[in-house]
């Protein structure tokens, strides 16, 4: 049904959807009875709820501020948005008796790669 909208089914991920149109876009992400949208234009944000509510039963719960345990962050006057998993790194640390373990940052450097190649390889490293 979306896909007569115009809509695409990722080839990498069969929940993400796609459809682009010049330079504007839409991005529809499936998970069971949810669905998150977004898209660079307001307009195209619009039509695609309309042909949604038009042809299944939805709700609009507006602005995501969490999605799958990742809670989204935005600044739409500085063109910012964040994501954080504070509150699921939380759960495992109170989870594993650590949630009063001392925070400390861990600085990556623009471009720092990484790779397969870092990961532990037997139960010794792991």
Known sequence: ??????IE????DDCVYHKFSRS?????VLYADDILLATNNIDMLHETKKFMSGNFETK???DASFVLGIQIHRDRSRGILGLSQ???VKKVLKRFGMQDCKSHNTLVVKGDKFSLNQCPKGNLEI
């Open 1 to 6: 049904m979306i896909l007569s909208f115009g």
């Open 9 to 12: 089914i990722n080839v990498v």
């Open 24 to 28: 504007k876009y839409i991005f529809l």
């Open 60 to 62: 609009d719960l507006g």
């Open 86 to 88: 504070r509150s699921y």
